[in-house]
């Protein structure tokens, strides 16, 4: 049968309003054989749709996964770029301009001043790449060693002689002190 078939289309539709239902019916925790009764069809077929299904809501939520990672990157981004910005602002001389009032009248002075950058716009710029790094998944896996060599060393109760050997001892030296 071709795509354009009527009747090919009309069971595909068919077979999407059957996966609707199934869909509305297994969310609502019903198994396999209780939603094959109400639908009509056998356990074969819920079961195919149900896979249908979740690969349906994988894809769905990759696709939405996808989209907030980028929307999440361009957010970064922005910031990094407007820290960088402020970072380089900062390390421009600053103008100061500063007016003295005199009996000769008011006199304006402007001096510049060299400035090495403020380090809290860096350290953001800093933070937002790293920020992206992660989200990306960009930086290689941390190696953490899970060996117990010589942390747990096993050490046995005291015997019930050297308990009281310590309590004679204890009890021996509050009765002298």
């Keep these: 049968m071709s795509k354009d078939n009527p009747r090919s289309q009309n069971q ?21 054989c209780e939603i094959a009764k109400i639908v009509g069809v056998n356990v074969d077929t819920i079961t195919a749709d149900v896979r249908a299904i979740r690969a349906e809501w994988k894809e769905n939520r990759l696709e939405a996964i996808d989209e907030l990672v980028d929307e999440q990157n361009a957010k970064l981004l922005m910031a990094e770029r407007e820290a960088w910005e402020a970072y380089y602002r900062s390390c421009q001389d600053a103008e100061i301009t500063t007016e003295i009032d005199s009996p000769y009248g008011t006199t304006t002075k402007h001096e510049k001043r060299g400035q090495c950058g403020d380090p809290r716009y860096l350290k953001l710029y800093l933070e937002a790449i790293q920020q992206r790094r992660e989200m990306l998944g ?17 050490t046995p109760p005291p015997t019930r002689e050297e308990v009281a050997a310590k ?7 509050s009765k002298s002190g």
Excluded: C, I, N, W
């Design 12 to 32: 595909k539709a068919v077979a999407e309003e059957r996966r609707a239902r199934v869909s509305q019916l297994f969310r609502q925790g019903k198994l396999h």
């Design 138 to 154: 960009l930086d290689a896996p941390k190696k953490t060693d899970m060996s117990l060599k010589g942390s747990l060393e096993y």
């Design 167 to 173: 309590l004679r001892q204890l009890l021996g030296r």
